[in-house]
């Protein structure tokens, strides 16, 4: 009788039962959250680490609720992936990226890129680049002004199909990170055959980078493993002046991250990197 006591079956149902119920409330809003224009893309700096330039940001979707807080992202683009509404959602996301580009370049900050996140389904469906080219010739976009970061998983579960999307971006003028390396089921082969322009370090790699001699050493292979293969690197989630020091002695080339800079909206980016107008 004792174990018994220990087992708490019935607790435990109720509680997956319960999320499981708060998943699919979510999912049925979030079907309606496009014409609601629920969605904002808030912006986070990507600063050039030889001059502290900002050169690009990286564009990061945010659900807003009635009650003014957003769910996070880390919630709801697994149901709008599972669910096929990251199509329509994704579009969204570059038309508005590319909106953005323009009023990034109305003052004077035409050289800032914008980088997209784009999620597996979103490269494995046929019409991505064409409709990418599209957004270029509406908001008269330079080449170059968008930028595509893509996860390990999107390159590993069809490697074949994956690199014909990705050929096609690069001949739109697309450039391509490769998102959170190392942290999943990373391959040198991908690394070696993709069409790929630059690795971003993971934040888990990149905390007390200065001070963790683990974490130091796969930065410090990281880079070097960039470097060799004629790839660019940004750090993420860089929190502290002493991590940036590092990354900056160490050869990283760009970093984002809290310490720099949070995602914030369009118009506080610009009050904060924004020439004049
Ligand atoms: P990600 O692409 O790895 O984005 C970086 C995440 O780290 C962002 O979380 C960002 O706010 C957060 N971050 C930035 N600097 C720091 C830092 O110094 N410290 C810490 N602790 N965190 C930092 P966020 O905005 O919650 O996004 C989470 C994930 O959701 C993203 O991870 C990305 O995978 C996904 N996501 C965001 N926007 C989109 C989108 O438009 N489409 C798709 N498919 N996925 C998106
Ligand atoms: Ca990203
Ligand atoms: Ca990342
Ligand atoms: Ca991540």
Redesign the pocket.
């Known amino acids: 009788q004792a174990w018994q006591d220990q087992v708490p079956t019935l607790p435990y149902d109720r509680a997956m039962a319960a999320q499981a119920a708060e998943r699919m409330a979510l999912a049925r809003r979030l079907r309606e959250a496009l014409d609601k224009r629920e969605f904002e893309?808030?912006f986070?700096p990507i600063h050039r680490l030889s001059d502290d330039r900002v050169v690009a940001v990286?564009?990061?979707?945010r659900w807003r609720q009635h009650d003014g807080g957003y769910v996070?992202?880390?919630v709801f683009?697994p149901l709008a992936?599972a669910s096929g509404l990251?199509l329509p959602i994704?579009q969204w996301?570059l038309e508005e990226a590319a909106r953005s580009h323009g009023r990034l370049a109305g003052r004077g900050l035409d050289h800032v890129a914008i980088a997209?996140?784009?999620?597996a389904v979103?490269l494995l469906t046929e019409g991505l680049s064409e409709a990418i080219v599209g957004l270029q010739r509406k908001y008269g976009l330079p080449a170059g002004a968008l930028h595509v970061?893509l996860?390990e998983s999107v390159v590993l579960r069809r490697p074949q199909a994956a690199r014909v999307g990705m050929l096609q971006l690069r001949a739109a003028g697309v450039r391509i990170s490769i998102?959170?390396f190392g942290t999943g089921f990373s391959s040198m082969a991908y690394l070696r055959d993709l069409p790929l322009d630059c690795l971003k370090i993971?934040?888990s790699f990149v905390r007390q980078v200065h001070a963790d001699e683990r974490n130091a050493s796969i930065c410090r292979a990281l880079i070097a493993l960039a470097r060799g293969l004629g790839l660019g690197t940004i750090a993420?989630?860089?929190?502290s002046a002493e991590e940036l020091e590092w990354l900056r002695r160490n050869g990283c080339e760009q970093a984002?991250?809290?310490?720099l800079g949070?995602?914030v909206p369009l118009e506080r980016l610009l009050d904060s990197i924004g020439g004049p107008g």
């Open positions: 893309l808030h986070q990286e564009a990061l979707l996070p992202p880390d683009v992936e990251i994704g996301v997209v996140n784009v999620s979103q970061e996860t998102d959170d993971d934040r993420e989630g860089v929190e984002q991250g809290y310490h949070r995602p």
